[in-house]
């Protein structure tokens, strides 16, 4: 089985992720990070807990895990998140997002180290030229030169997002995915209006109503990828999930592609990082997997 539904609900959360992305693209240009940071967590949290109270009775609610995901909330949410952006500061966008990643094999190694997943050729070789496909993506823009030391921004914002998988899939409650998810958010909203007081940044998170909607649409848009993933989590393996959420950047490039004026010449880096990618997707969801 091949095709199964950790496979769709992987691709579409990774699909959801890059709309995401260039929405808040979008936001930025009339905004600035601290409200792009803060409207996203906070309309994840609205949006989450919003269906928990009209779809799920607040008998069934289980709390037995949720330590799991308020420690995914601080470490995948806000911690990932914050790095990211010290990442993009400090060595540039193209280099900081090739080593963000590497999430994948982070994630892998956690899920052998701590769930005991086996983790078989075709994996590995997906894994591998998955990551091989999205650095050549990334590295599509101009290099920009930095001190080697900054290089630890990204590698722990791909750690966190990678650990956080695992936490993810050993938090999964029997209330399930939709409940899970709003407290993961939670946590990372109080990580983040934490983060926004303390530097004294609260004005920051004014902005124009254009720049809103770009935001809170970003916004509705990452937490259903956050929420598509956490159920992938309950069918599959985090060495398979994590892999295939990789493939957010092609999404990225078929999407740019079709918004107006947004079209670029694609050269031998997004055209072979894109094969690439697709090649990674086959071997973890081809003929070998069992």
């Known amino acids: 089985m091949p095709w199964s539904p950790h496979v769709f609900l992987a691709l579409g959360s990774a699909l959801f ?3 995401a992305s260039l929405l808040i693209q979008q936001g930025l240009r009339r905004s600035n990070f601290y409200a792009a940071f803060w409207i996203n967590v906070a309309v994840g949290v609205v949006g989450l807990w919003s269906a928990v109270l009209l779809l799920i009775p607040p008998a069934t609610w289980n709390w037995r895990t949720a330590h799991y995901f308020l420690a995914s909330g601080l470490i995948g949410t806000a911690g990932g998140r914050l790095f990211r952006v010290l990442a993009i500061d400090k060595v540039g966008a193209p280099v900081a997002t090739s080593i963000l990643n590497m999430t ?3 994630a892998t190694v956690f899920a052998v180290a701590i769930l005991g997943e086996r983790v078989t050729l075709p994996i590995m070789a997906g894994t591998l030229v998955i990551v091989a ?3 050549l993506l990334s590295l599509s823009g101009k290099y920009v030169g930095f001190p080697p030391r900054h290089l630890i921004y990204p590698l722990l914002g791909a750690s966190c997002f990678g650990a956080v998988q695992v936490i993810r899939k050993l938090g999964l409650s029997p209330t399930g995915p939709v409940f899970d998810a709003a ?3 939670s946590a990372g909203l109080i990580a983040a209006t934490a983060f926004v007081l303390a530097t004294g940044n609260w004005g920051a998170l004014r902005c124009d109503r254009r720049s809103l909607l770009y935001l809170i649409g970003g916004g509705v848009a990452e ?3 956050v929420f598509l993933l956490i159920v992938a989590l309950g069918f599959g393996d985090v060495s398979v999930v994590t892999p295939l959420i990789g493939t957010a950047p092609l999404f990225v490039l078929a ?3 079709v918004l ?6 694609m050269g031998w880096r997004v055209v072979t ?3 690439l990618v697709v090649l990674g997707v086959f071997l973890l969801t081809g003929v070998g997997r069992r």
């Open 17 to 19: 992720s890059a709309a």
């Open 104 to 106: 994948p094999l982070f």
């Open 133 to 135: 496909g999205t650095v």
């Open 183 to 185: 407290i993961n958010t």
């Open 223 to 225: 937490n259903t990828g």
């Open 255 to 257: 999407l740019t592609s």
């Open 260 to 265: 107006p004026g947004a079209r670029r010449p």
């Open 273 to 275: 990082g894109s094969v």
